[in-house]
């Protein structure tokens, strides 16, 4: 039955999902186990992304669908939920731009591959990235941007962390819309990664995950 | 009437023709005999690089943006409100830059005055919402239409873009809600201007008509430079914008988010949507570019790109609409050029069953190589020198890059240099390199 929910939730039968919830609610079933089932099921769904079986309408249409059940399950809940996490990543995107398409695909991307993802949000300026460095002791940072005005934002965002004397504790990654390896040169980031597929191996990589 | 008859009855390539002798004789005063001569020598040699035929050479349209604002010292910020430095900055670059096939206008520079008159709350800009030294304007996603008002849009688009969408974007538009529609106008009016009374309703005109005038300002500002730009013998290569349905649904009405699930949840409401869309975009593209000189239509796409949607979606959901406003258009002898911000190696496929010649593909980040094969035999390719170099890198490393592309795209014409998105900043030298290029790389 567990494995119903998994593979329901990765083919995205949402009203199969919500009945099923329902059922093993009402059985008495233990909530975490459910919310277990909806988490390897999330994991499904980003392997398909990112096997080009999957885009971006199914990764909105699946995360909404992981709320409702989340939703349905909470008021069971008699302990807080403890998520096994394999490392932390601070990101957003930068100063001076406020699109987050891309940023939220691989927000998703990291959260499904275990990572805790703080995110800043849109037009993020420099040092709000280094407090929240500082504050959770991430060892990745991830900058997104879509338009030409980023360069110069990653740049000084950079120099940021260097300014806070930080920049050898952590790794650098950025993505998005305009931005490539010319980009990554100029801003002076440890990688550029094309996609969110790119943004977990590199996330992985550096915290020597596999 | 017997001159809209014959205009009726002519081929869609006749149109065009038409069109483009049009192009090729503005109503301008020439500077010179030689600035004459030039503008006709540019604007025939893109015409034949649209046709896939061989021009003299490769043209190149210059990625500029708003590059002549920071060229001449300037931002965006001071030239969206400053209509004489928009001016000067314009003309600085104009009579600095030297030797160009085509000029960018000041045209896509918004007018800032007009859009705070009005409380504009779709965008952002230097100085309104973002920082003052960013270098763009950016739109702000939302669901400004909602999940349950598909079938306000579909039954009567105009009254709800009258009553519900303008009241959500526009602040100072919030009163026009109480605004009946206007086919309630009928027999003799009695009640029917009642609403207009309202001290909320009045000011709400009253803005409008204040983005009105601010408008009138700034379009004089715009065509001032423009038609300067062109008796020096500068064409230009934009005569409007469009879009596709599904991005004009997805852009700015329902949003990225939205419009997703409702290709899971709604899926027929949202064709349905789709269709009222591509009806309205034809119209109101056709109307915008009227009988003006230039008969390019530029249409910036968005939520098709590779990556947004699989391939069975895109057919679904993004092409037909698009395909349909793309054939009325060429059908009324405009020629879409097709601006795919992103790339588009899956949709190569697709897209290739366009008629030869019917539009041009602008591609940002697509494989030129794979575009050329598939497309090249029928349509023009315009691109792509990535943005990213074009500010990053050095005039020799860009003239490389372009030879390359010339030497890959250039065989059998059919081939405009460009970037792959514009540019608003750097050093003006790496854009001389693309002119260079083609003059050196690009001879037929």
């Known amino acids: ?210 | 009437m017997n001159m809209e008859k014959k205009w009726a009855d002519l081929s869609w390539e006749e149109k065009r023709e038409e069109r483009f002798k049009t192009w090729l004789t503005p109503e301008v005063t020439f500077s010179s005999p030689e600035a004459e001569k030039l503008y006709k020598e540019r604007v025939t040699r893109f015409i034949r690089a649209f046709q896939v035929e061989k021009p003299d050479r490769v043209p190149c349209i210059l990625p500029a943006g708003n590059f002549a604002a920071y060229y001449a010292g300037a931002d965006l910020r001071t030239v969206m409100y400053d209509y004489d430095e928009l001016k000067r900055t314009w003309r600085k670059f104009l009579y600095e830059f030297g030797d160009s096939d085509m000029f960018f206008g000041p045209g896509m520079v918004p007018p800032g005055k007009a859009l705070e008159a009005v409380d504009f709350k779709l965008y952002k800009w230097p100085g309104h919402g973002i920082s003052g030294n960013t270098t763009s304007y950016q739109c702000v996603e939302g669901e400004y239409m909602k999940a349950d008002e598909y079938d306000a849009l579909i039954k009567d688009p105009t009254n709800f873009w009258l009553r519900i969408y303008m009241p959500r974007v526009f602040g100072a538009f919030e009163p026009l809600r109480y605004i009946p529609p206007f086919t309630t106008i009928e027999e003799i009016a009695i009640m029917s201007f009642v609403p207009y009374g309202r001290p909320d309703v009045q000011a709400a005109f009253e803005a409008l008509l204040e983005a009105g005038r601010e408008s009138m300002k700034w379009m004089s500002a715009v065509m001032e430079v423009s038609q300067e730009a062109m008796g020096l013998g500068f064409p230009g290569v934009m005569g409007g914008l469009s879009k596709a349905p599904f991005d004009t649904l997805g852009d700015t009405l329902r949003g990225t988010r939205a419009i997703m699930m409702d290709m899971f949840q709604r899926p027929d409401k949202l064709l349905e949507a789709l269709e009222k869309i591509a009806l309205l975009t034809i119209d109101s593209t056709i109307s915008s570019v009227g009988d003006a000189g230039m008969p390019m239509v530029i249409m910036p796409l968005h939520k098709g790109a590779d990556g947004f949607m699989s391939e069975k979606q895109y057919e679904t959901f993004y092409w037909p609409t698009f395909k349909k406003v793309i054939m009325a258009l060429v059908n009324e002898g405009i020629m879409p050029i097709l601006f795919a911000e992103g790339s588009y190696n899956t949709r190569l496929d697709i897209i290739k069953e366009l008629p030869k010649t019917s539009v041009a593909w602008w591609l940002d980040q697509t494989d030129m190589a794979k575009a050329k094969e598939v497309l090249g035999d029928n349509v023009c390719l315009i691109g792509n020198v990535p943005t990213s170099l074009l500010m990053t890198g050095t005039p020799q490393e860009i003239k490389e890059h372009c030879r390359k592309l010339i030497e890959l795209c250039a065989p059998g014409g059919g081939y405009v240099l460009s970037g792959g998105a514009n540019i608003d900043k750097g050093n003006p030298d790496n854009l001389r390199a693309m002119m260079e290029a083609v003059k050196e790389y690009g001879v037929y």
């Open chain 1, 1 to 210: 039955m567990s494995g119903d929910l998994v593979n329901l939730l990765a083919d995205l039968k949402d009203k199969e999902v919500l009945e099923l919830v329902e059922q093993r609610l009402d059985a008495d079933e233990d909530p975490l186990k459910i919310l277990e089932d909806s988490r390897k099921g999330m994991e499904v769904v980003g392997k398909r992304f990112a096997d080009d079986e999957y885009f971006l309408p199914e990764l909105v249409f699946s995360g909404d669908l992981l709320k409702r059940v989340t939703e349905m399950v909470k008021p069971h809940l008699k302990q807080a939920v403890e998520t096994k996490r394999i490392g932390k990543v601070v990101i957003g995107t930068v100063s001076g731009d406020i699109h987050d398409i891309g940023l939220n695909i691989v927000i998703f991307m990291l959260d499904v591959n275990g990572f805790e993802v703080y995110n800043l949000g849109v037009d993020v300026p420099a040092d709000a990235f280094v407090n929240k460095m500082k504050e959770t002791g991430a060892p990745i940072l991830g900058l997104s941007g879509f338009l030409t005005p980023a360069f110069e934002a990653m740049k000084e965002t950079v120099e940021a962390v260097e300014a806070a004397g930080m920049r050898d504790k952590v790794k650098i990654m950025i993505g998005g819309g305009q931005l490539d390896e010319d980009v990554r040169k100029y801003a002076r980031a440890d990688a550029y990664g094309k996609n969110a597929m790119a943004a977990v191996a590199l996330a992985k990589g550096w915290i020597g995950a596999k």
